[in-house]
């Protein structure tokens, strides 16, 4: 079935610095990607549509210029949490929906990575 | 806007016990409902979905899920529950985005503790 990975798992930074989280579709093309943000005890949260080769489309209250959103390859999307500051921890997971078969409507979740800003 | 609504925060249930996580939908049009799941440390794992046809859909696992209309309801359900159940569970619904775009809306989840 499809598989989605995204990495790193866990990262630890300090308070102004950036950090890459990349998310890739191992087994299929995804034109679309999206990024979710999930807090304790909470549900998922949409923060973002990564679309192949165009702009992100963000959601209500996701600031652009924090959250870097690059799609540049069908089976690549980057999320790029800029300036990180310690209320950006945070458990980021990436999906993607593999457009070409009849499950489509279906998201593949990546394994989620865990951010602590110190 | 699309939106799905879980009223329970957590469900406990004793294992061999029949299990129920409910959702409601608020939909304008053809609503197409999801279940995943996410065990711990793992990723969230799609379980089943209800995009049309039958009202009665069944999914991994051994869960099923039945779609009522005339109740905006789509509870998930298993006949007798494992311990290895134990998860939290998310409802969604896709909600359109412009031309031909889609982006899924999850509700708040439910644990789901299952006691031997």
């Known amino acids: 079935g499809a598989v989605v990975s995204q990495h790193p798992s866990r990262v630890i930074c300090k308070s102004g610095t950036s950090v890459k989280i990349e998310c890739r579709s191992l087994d299929f093309q995804a034109t679309t990607m999206f990024w979710y943000r999930q807090f304790p005890k909470q549900s998922l949260m949409l923060m973002a549509t990564s679309n192949e080769g165009s702009k992100a489309t963000y959601e209500q209250g996701v600031e652009k210029d924090k959250f870097l959103i690059n799609h540049a390859s069908l089976t690549l999307s980057t999320l790029t949490v800029t300036s990180a500051h310690p209320e950006d921890s945070s458990f980021y997971i990436c999906s993607a929906r593999d457009s070409r078969s009849s499950g489509a409507n279906v998201l593949t979740f990546g394994a989620g990575s865990r951010l602590t800003v110190l | 806007a699309q939106s799905v609504a879980q009223p329970e925060d957590q469900v406990n249930v004793a294992e061999g016990n029949p299990l129920t996580v409910k959702c409601t939908y608020s939909?304008?049009?053809?609503?197409?409902l999801f279940w995943y799941v996410q065990y711990p440390n793992r990723g969230l794992q799609f379980l089943l979905k209800?995009?049309?046809?039958?009202?009665l859909v069944k999914g991994s696992y051994g869960f099923e899920a039945e779609f009522n209309k005339s109740q905006t309801s789509f509870h998930l359900k298993k006949p007798s529950a494992l311990v290895s159940d134990s998860a939290l569970y998310f409802c969604?619904?896709?909600?359109?985005?412009?031309?031909?775009?889609?982006?899924?809306?999850f509700g708040a989840g439910t644990r789901l503790f299952v006691k031997a």
């Open positions: 939909v304008s049009g053809n609503p197409y």
């Open positions: 209800y995009i049309t046809g039958d009202n």
């Open positions: 969604a619904v896709r909600d359109k985005v412009g031309t031909g775009g889609f982006k899924t809306i």
